[in-house]
């Protein structure tokens, strides 16, 4: 609870910086070296093709008894910069969770906005804010209880979620990595599912 806390925390405070800097883009990177790679980055009509990523694994051992969980998100999406530091993009997603009798898959598109800070000329936090249209296909296996087996099941669902990632990036000459927190959650549906976490992302810009 209390990484989640932080993690949230953290993201409002990346967000709220959007109006801030475009209110002050002069005194923006005034720190960095002309033609460093963070300078260079973000220039008006540069596009950048990213892709966020994460991944999780579990395995727990109670009394003789296995449970194993898997958690991947692959995250692919282009930017481009209308004015400096200032983007605009789209991304399509995959969320894939399984334990051994359930999986979870959804996927999702959508659009979002960002504002690249830098702070040195190597460094810089690029937050960026979307919304996605994700598609939820839930499956259950069928397992035998107590000598009866069950069916097996799937149902899909679809929701509007709202996207913030604010990554901390490392520049090189065209290339970027970084990690920084995310929050998923949804707008609309029957079932709200809520997620915080750390992703990475790595990509590169052209022009």
């Given at each position: 609870?209390?990484?989640?806390?932080?993690?949230?925390?953290?993201?409002?405070?990346?967000?709220?910086?959007?109006?801030?800097?475009?209110?002050?883009?002069?005194?923006?990177?005034?720190?960095?070296?002309?033609?460093?790679?963070?300078?260079?980055?973000?220039?008006?009509?540069?596009v950048?093709?990213?892709?966020?990523?994460?991944?999780?694994?579990?395995?727990?051992?109670?009394?003789?008894?296995?449970?194993?969980?898997?958690?991947?998100?692959?995250?692919?999406?282009?930017?481009?910069?209308?004015?400096?530091?200032?983007?605009?993009?789209?991304?399509?997603?995959?969320?894939?969770?399984?334990t051994?009798?359930?999986?979870?898959?959804?996927?999702?598109?959508?659009?979002?906005?960002?504002?690249?800070?830098?702070?040195?000329?190597?460094?810089?936090i690029?937050?960026?804010?979307?919304?996605?249209?994700?598609?939820?296909?839930?499956?259950?296996?069928?397992?035998?209880?107590?000598?009866?087996?069950?069916?097996?099941?799937?149902?899909?669902?679809?929701?509007?979620?709202?996207?913030l990632?604010?990554?901390?990036?490392?520049?090189?000459?065209?290339?970027?990595?970084?990690?920084?927190?995310?929050?998923?959650?949804?707008?609309?549906?029957?079932?709200?599912?809520?997620?915080?976490?750390?992703?990475?992302?790595?990509?590169?810009?052209?022009?």
């Amino acid at each position: 609870m209390l990484i989640r806390r932080v993690l949230v925390g953290s993201l409002v405070a990346f967000v709220t910086s959007f109006g801030v800097s475009a209110a002050a883009e002069e005194t923006i990177g005034a720190h960095t070296t002309p033609g460093s790679a963070v300078s260079v980055f973000g220039n008006q009509g540069q596009v950048a093709i990213s892709s966020e990523a994460g991944a999780t694994f579990s395995h727990t051992s109670v009394s003789g008894s296995n449970a194993a969980s898997t958690s991947l998100v692959l995250r692919p999406g282009v930017d481009y910069f209308l004015i400096k530091r200032l983007s605009l993009g789209a991304f399509v997603g995959v969320e894939h969770q399984a334990t051994e009798i359930t999986s979870n898959t959804t996927f999702g598109i959508g659009p979002r906005v960002g504002y690249d800070i830098a702070f040195s000329d190597r460094f810089s936090i690029w937050p960026r804010i979307g919304f996605s249209y994700n598609s939820t296909t839930v499956k259950v296996d069928s397992q035998n209880i107590g000598g009866v087996q069950t069916p097996s099941a799937k149902d899909s669902s679809s929701a509007l979620a709202l996207n913030l990632y604010a990554p901390f990036l490392f520049h090189t000459n065209h290339y970027f990595a970084g990690v920084g927190p995310a929050l998923d959650t949804d707008l609309t549906g029957d079932s709200k599912v809520t997620t915080v976490a750390l992703r990475v992302i790595l990509g590169g810009w052209v022009f």
